[in-house]
């Protein structure tokens, strides 16, 4: 029988990521069946969208019912609601995008190093090819996140780092931003002082 964590792991984007194409395009590139992209795309909408509809929700109540003391906090809650939307809007197109940093020498030294900061954090490295490493962070944590993976593509003396966080299945979370620029910039400091 699976336990979950496994059932987890294997619903992350590790499996369907393209190294080569991502590469080229220097952006996160995953091989997905289309009735996959389009359900992530319809994730994204809603989650961009529902802040926006409550907004105007709230607005046109009080448009109705011509409360005097609410309708001025509608219109702030209207505004908020439009600067929520640009946050998660802007959250997510940067799931997408590598950070590129100068390496050691050249790709072969590079990987090994990221091979050595793996093994001294006791990090799974859950995929590997000539030019990339999927790194597993860390596994599920209850209420908070679905598991967190490390992407990283070596090219010349150049290394191209993501983090992903998930949320339900293996929808990107935009809301762990902050957590997921941590561990890039730890990993980018041993990379670069090491």
Not at 46 to 70: K, R
Not at 100 to 118: F, P, T
Not at 146 to 163: A, H, Q, T
Request: net charge positive; proline share 3%; aromatic share 16%.
């Amino acid at each position: 029988m699976l336990c979950y964590p496994y059932v987890v792991l294997n619903l992350m984007k590790y499996l369907s990521f393209n190294s080569r194409k991502s590469l080229e395009k220097e952006k996160l590139i995953f091989e997905e069946p289309f009735l996959l992209i389009i359900l992530e795309h319809f994730q994204y909408f809603i989650l961009i969208i529902a802040p926006i509809i409550f907004g105007l929700a709230f607005f046109y109540v009080q448009l109705y019912f011509q409360n005097p003391v609410l309708f001025p906090f509608s219109i702030v809650t209207l505004l908020l609601s439009f600067l929520i939307t640009l946050f998660i809007f802007l959250q997510i197109k940067k799931t997408a995008t590598f950070r590129k940093i100068k390496g050691k020498g050249n790709r072969k030294e590079n990987m090994n190093l990221i091979e050595s900061i793996c093994n001294r954090n006791d990090w799974k490295i859950l995929h590997t090819d000539n030019h990339s490493h999927v790194i597993l962070i860390e596994n599920l944590t209850l209420a908070y996140h679905n598991g967190r993976e490390l992407f990283i593509l070596c090219k010349d003396d150049k290394v191209y780092i993501k983090c992903l966080t998930y949320s339900i299945h293996d929808l990107k979370s935009p809301f762990h931003w902050n957590s997921q620029r941590k561990i890039e910039n730890m990993f980018i400091e041993k990379i670069v002082f090491w």
